[in-house]
């Protein structure tokens, strides 16, 4: 296996699903070209500080951004531990650049987030027009190569696509899937609908795949509560909730072991958590990956409401 590795974090790819807590993020799975992705170093702005950050992508920076609509590509700012020190900035400027080191594009400001989830994040958002190797650099910082790919090549189901019609998992039918929910209150309210027939009622459709149980970086059982806790206010958005994995208490130390449920293979998933938001007519209006906090998914369904 060929891979490179970013602090704090750990991707998940078909080969090397999310296992347990801690650890760093894989970047490349076996057989692929891998993109370095070393860390790099800045320090945190107007702090006053002398510690140097790393620049740490969580998105897989050879498989994952495309062309043709805007990319959110979340990073962090962590210390040589991996951890998001207290006084990293509050927003960072991104220069998108290509392969030779040109601007392309104006400067992007990305806010940091953190609303909820226990990962501080910048989501990077950027539209590429063309396939290719670029650089993501701030101040002060050595640039971050990843690869843009062509829409068609990428697995996932790309906002103004449908969704992809899958059964999923309901307390009436399990499917194959045991447990249907991970969730360490107790299952969630989120299967009682299938997607088929949520996508055959014509409503809008609002879809998170996360296993919280098994999430690497603790993210998904937070993101899952986050969730929950804007249903009321969207009674006319179908919320449903979709475990990664079909049996993984038959084998805790590899959860992937029997196998995934069939909505990741649907959508063409090597990470979670993933967070669709569809329109009336199934198509994806957005969706957020990896890492996302409260405002966002508000941001996001309100979209999907108006």
Known sequence: MTSESAPGLRLVTRRNLLIGAGGAIALVACGQTSTSTSGTSVAPAGSGSAAK??????????????VGSEQRMVVSLVDSSGVTPTDAPRSIEVTITDKDGKAVGKPVTALAQSDGVPVPYYPVRFTFDAPGTYKMAIPQVTPQAFKVGAASS????????KLKSVNTPT????????????????????????LVDAISAKKPIALLISTPKFCQI?????????????????????????????????????????????VVDAFGLNFEPSLYFASADSTVVSRLDNVFDRAEIKANLDKLKA
């Open 53 to 66: 950050l790393n620049l740490a992508p969580r998105f897989d920076v050879n498989e994952y951004a495309s």
């Open 154 to 161: 990428m697995p996932f189901v790309q906002p103004g696509s």
């Open 171 to 194: 307390v009436t039918d399990a499917r194959g899937v045991d447990p249907i929910c991970t969730r360490s209150k107790g299952m969630c309210e989120l299967h009682q609908l299938d």
């Open 218 to 262: 603790g993210v998904c059982g937070p993101v899952l509560e986050l969730f929950l806790e804007q249903r009321a206010a969207f009674p006319d958005i179908q919320f449903i909730h979709a475990e990664v994995y079909k049996t993984p208490d038959a084998n805790p130390a590899d959860p992937s072991a029997g196998g995934l449920a069939p």
